[in-house]
């Protein structure tokens, strides 16, 4: 499809498919090429945040710090009301804690926190900060004892998110979940 049909409306998913399957197969240097090449063919493709994200975690997954936070400050300055922004930019001020850099890594946090609040990693940005400065977690504790038994599935992080009221980061777990085949 790519090579017969560049422009086809399935193209760019398709491309973001073959990096993903590469990537999820431990073939890095394949999968960095294909997300790479994801980018020259389709930069506006609705996929983009997503694949920023996978490229910027293959990096940082293979210890390449200083290319993942590159590729996080990019995936934020490209797209910063993506859905998977605040993953980036929560990874990137970890990579800037890795590298020394306090106090660039808590104005990454604070950024998550300010455009994020309500996601997952904005409450993990809202302890980390709070962690930063020896101050007691800005999150309530729970009380696992009074939270609702979730049923054992493959679902339970979905379910999870929903019981917290975390709707968004449900339904991006819920498309990744699909999106796996699992």
Known sequence: LIREN???DLADDAQFRIAYFYDIEDQFGVAERAYREFFKRYPQSDWGDDVVW??????????RMGDARETFTQAYER???GDLTPYGLFW???VWEKEGRGVIAQQAY???VRD????YYGYKSKIRLAELANQPSPIPQIDHESLPVLPSSGLSKFETLIALGL???ALLEARGYA???E
């Open 6 to 8: 560049p422009q086809h």
């Open 167 to 169: 709707r968004d980061d």
């Open 54 to 63: 996978r490229l910027g975690w293959l990096q940082y997954k293979q210890g």
């Open 179 to 181: 999106f796996a085949g």
């Open 92 to 94: 990137e001020a970890k």
């Open 110 to 112: 604070k950024i998550v």
């Open 116 to 119: 994020f609040p309500l996601t």
């Open 79 to 81: 797209y910063p009301k």
